[in-house]
């Protein structure tokens, strides 16, 4: 009744409440309490049949669909997950985004590593203070899941906490789930990086020297567009109506004027469809 009455306080079309672990995001928690009100586990046989039933759900029903979300958010309940889940947490979250989608996630990370004795403490657990990421290695586990462009949009400059002589803040780290690299597609076009740095790289391998016109693929200029990056660059359109070949590009390789169309800023592919 609770979460009816949330719902349609923020708007009952829009809303649905979903009972699932974090970590686990293809269970449904809810569909397996009514299956074992009629199925109790009380010996090995039954025990089997209900690990047999979770994995057939989620198989032939998961609590939320593959590439299903454009957008994932999180505010401070990643850090209350235990450490040897953390792997499988980012991953479900990656297996949920579509190709072309966004993450915005909210938490507390430390300067360095938390220690045993302050993690193993039930009232700085709670206290989102034991299970904070360190601050380089929350972003370094979304690119290990599979995300590019993992940046911190939002930094606290002031410590949230200082426990034991470690700085804890909050953090929102921003990422984009990319175009499986099987569907990218060279369209000719190129993009230049307008500075102020002399160069950058991207986590999917391109490399932008300052005003050099660099080959990109479709799959890169649409994680661009996705990431909100776009304004840093001017991306130079192909051929119109070219229908592009396979992305052979290697990274690091100039696109010479000419080979391409008219200067515009690209609206990027969609991220839509492929295999």
């Given at each position: 009744?609770?979460?009816?009455?949330?719902?349609?306080?923020?708007?009952?079309?829009?809303?649905?409440?979903?009972?699932?672990?974090?970590?686990?995001?293809?269970?449904?928690?809810?569909?397996?309490?009514?299956?074992?009100?009629?199925?109790?586990?009380?010996?090995?046989?039954?025990?089997?049949?209900?690990?047999?039933?979770?994995?057939?759900?989620?198989?032939?029903?998961?609590?939320?669909?593959?590439?299903?979300?454009?957008?994932?958010?999180?505010?401070?309940?990643?850090?209350?997950?235990?450490?040897?889940?953390?792997?499988?947490?980012?991953?479900?979250?990656?297996?949920?985004?579509?190709?072309?989608?966004?993450?915005?996630?909210?938490?507390i990370v430390a300067d360095r590593a938390v220690p045993p004795a302050l993690q193993d403490d039930p009232e700085?657990?709670?206290?989102?203070?034991?299970?904070?990421?360190?601050?380089?290695?929350?972003?370094?586990?979304?690119?290990?899941?599979?995300?590019?462009?993992?940046?911190?949009?939002?930094?606290?400059?002031?410590?949230?906490?200082?426990?034991?002589?470690?700085?804890?803040?909050?953090?929102?780290?921003?990422?984009?789930?990319?175009?499986?690299?099987?569907?990218?597609?060279?369209?000719?076009?190129?993009?230049?990086?307008?500075?102020?740095?002399?160069?950058?790289?991207?986590?999917?391998?391109?490399?932008?020297?300052?005003?050099?016109?660099?080959?990109?693929?479709?799959?890169?200029?649409?994680?661009?567009?996705?990431?909100?990056?776009?304004?840093?660059?001017?991306?130079?359109?192909?051929?119109?109506?070219?229908?592009?070949?396979?992305?052979?590009?290697?990274?690091?390789?100039?696109?010479?004027?000419?080979?391409?169309?008219?200067?515009?800023?690209?609206?990027?592919?969609?991220?839509?469809?492929?295999?």
């Amino acid at each position: 009744a609770h979460q009816q009455d949330m719902a349609e306080k923020i708007g009952g079309d829009r809303v649905r409440f979903l009972k699932g672990y974090i970590q686990d995001l293809s269970l449904d928690l809810e569909a397996l309490e009514l299956w074992l009100t009629d199925h109790p586990v009380g010996d090995l046989e039954s025990l089997r049949a209900l690990e047999a039933q979770r994995t057939r759900m989620r198989k032939d029903a998961p609590l939320v669909a593959d590439a299903s979300q454009d957008l994932v958010i999180s505010n401070c309940v990643l850090n209350l997950v235990e450490n040897a889940h953390r792997q499988q947490l980012i991953a479900e979250i990656y297996r949920v985004v579509r190709p072309g989608g966004r993450v915005a996630i909210s938490d507390i990370v430390a300067d360095r590593a938390v220690p045993p004795a302050l993690q193993d403490d039930p009232e700085l657990w709670s206290g989102c203070i034991s299970g904070a990421f360190e601050e380089h290695a929350f972003l370094d586990a979304f690119k290990q899941a599979g995300f590019v462009h993992v940046a911190y949009d939002k930094w606290q400059s002031e410590p949230w906490r200082v426990v034991g002589g470690i700085e804890f803040r909050s953090v929102t780290l921003t990422a984009v789930k990319p175009v499986p690299a099987c569907c990218a597609r060279d369209l000719g076009q190129a993009a230049i990086y307008l500075g102020p740095y002399q160069e950058v790289r991207d986590d999917l391998g391109n490399v932008y020297p300052r005003g050099r016109r660099m080959a990109v693929s479709d799959r890169s200029v649409a994680a661009l567009q996705a990431a909100g990056l776009l304004k840093d660059f001017v991306v130079i359109a192909g051929e119109a109506g070219a229908s592009g070949q396979p992305d052979r590009i290697v990274p690091g390789t100039e696109r010479p004027a000419g080979q391409a169309g008219q200067s515009r800023m690209e609206s990027g592919a969609d991220g839509s469809g492929c295999c």
